[in-house]
Every structure is written in structure tokens, then in C-alpha cells.
């Protein structure tokens, strides 16, 4: 069964450093998603994305976060400044074309900003 | 605002002891309803989707049923290997995408 994958799968930071998450959705996909979920909490809706670019975005996605699809196959969520409170798990989720459509969501990166 | 609450927040089974999760939702036009299993560390998995009251879909032990205000998740002489969090999530058709929003999940342990 074909299968979201990212990587990598831990990834440790100093607060105030940027760090990107990378992403590979199924191939024949084409709207994207970021979610989180902070150790013991929902899993938390970043952004959509589709057609190159955001269709929604939540809340919690300010400008410190931005997502890019910088070719055919990756996607990519980049954190510019990370704070103590964006240590998270950090799931990429993609979806086919029609409405209703599941979402296939990725293991995750563990994010840990010290 | 679209909302999913779900309970109990965690139950406690003994393998063969069946049980059901609830998921209490309320969105501006249901587009579906998701059941989502999560092993620790991993990513949700996709068991169910639901599209209107009434409707019910089962998979070996689970059964997953639907009305206006909430969702059911039957689990049938469930065995150790069916503990997991059970996620709910709504799709609003208020949304420009497929776009999932989530209950905070029912952690389910299964004593042998």
C-alpha cells in the first residue's frame, strides 16, 4: 500500500534556530497537510496546501512557519525561529482529488527544541 | 467553530470484554466522519469514514456507527492487539480541502 514518508524521524534544535521537516506524499496526491500534536494533546490542523499553494491554514501556523512543494515529489514545512512551546510531533498527511477523500498521514517527525 | 469530544478518555478492557468509544461532534455541514487508530510513536491510521445518520461500516472486531450528533465505535471481544488511542475527526463542508479536525482520542488497553 503506497505510504507517506518523512523524515527524519527525530529531529533535536537549539531555540531560535531554523529547522525544515521534510515530507514525500503518495504520488498521485495532490492536496497536502501539516498537522502537530504536542506530547499528550489532539492532533492540531497547520496548513493545506494544493495547486502550489496554501489553501487553509490554522491559527498556529504565524509567520514563522511557511510550506513549500520545491519539486515534484517533496513537501517541506520550515520553522524559521523555533521556540521552546513548537516541541511537538509533527505529521505530513496528503489526500487524493475528490471531497470526503481520507487522509494518509505519515510516522512523523519528534521535534525537541532545547 | 467545528468541534469533536470524545469519550472516555481512556478505558480498560479485558480481552473479550466488548465496549464502545463515543465521538460527540458538532460542524457547520458534516462532509464525513473519520475513525483513526494511533499506535504510539506512529502517525493515524485510517479505519472508517462516515457520511450520513444511519450509516455503519465494520472491520473484523470494530464497528463504527453514525447519527446527527455523534459516532460510535463498537469493539467486539477485542484482543491485546487492539490497544491504541482511537482518534474521531470531522470533515466540514465548510472547507476548501479535506482538511480533518480532531477529538483528543480515547486511549484503549486490552488486558490479556
Known amino acids: 500500500e503506497p505510504e507517506v514518508t518523512q523524515t527524519p524521524s527525530h529531529q533535536v534544535t537549539q531555540m531560535g534556530q531554523e529547522v525544515i521537516l521534510r515530507c514525500v506524499p503518495i504520488s498521485n496526491h495532490l492536496y497536502f497537510y501539516w498537522y502537530r500534536q504536542i506530547l499528550g494533546q489532539k492532533v492540531e490542523f497547520l496548513v493545506s496546501f494544493y495547486n502550489n499553494e496554501i489553501s487553509e491554514k490554522s491559527e498556529i501556523f504565524d509567520d514563522q512557519f511557511s510550506v513549500e512543494r520545491p519539486d515534484g515529489s517533496n513537501f517541506t514545512l520550515k520553522i524559521r525561529s523555533t521556540k521552546l512551546e513548537d516541541s511537538a510531533m509533527y505529521f505530513c498527511?496528503?489526500?487524493?482529488?475528490?471531497?470526503?477523500?481520507?487522509?494518509?498521514f505519515g510516522s512523523g517527525t519528534q521535534l525537541s527544541v532545547l | 467553530e467545528d468541534q469533536v469530544t470524545q469519550s472516555p478518555e481512556a478505558l480498560r478492557l479485558q480481552e473479550g470484554e466488548s465496549s464502545s468509544l463515543n465521538c460527540s461532534y458538532t460542524?457547520?455541514?458534516?462532509?464525513?466522519l473519520f475513525w483513526y487508530r494511533q499506535d504510539p510513536g506512529k502517525g493515524p491510521e485510517f479505519l472508517f469514514t462516515l457520511y450520513s445518520a444511519g450509516e455503519e461500516k465494520e472491520k473484523e472486531r470494530l464497528k463504527a456507527t453514525l447519527t446527527k450528533k455523534e459516532s460510535f465505535l463498537h469493539i467486539t471481544a477485542p484482543k491485546p492487539e487492539d490497544s491504541a488511542t482511537y482518534l474521531c475527526a470531522v470533515q466540514s463542508q465548510g472547507g476548501a480541502t479535506n482538511k480533518l479536525i480532531f477529538g483528543t482520542g480515547t486511549l484503549l488497553a486490552v488486558q490479556p
Open positions: 460542524v457547520s455541514g458534516l462532509r464525513g
Open positions: 498527511a496528503s489526500s487524493g482529488t475528490t471531497t470526503n477523500e481520507k487522509l494518509f
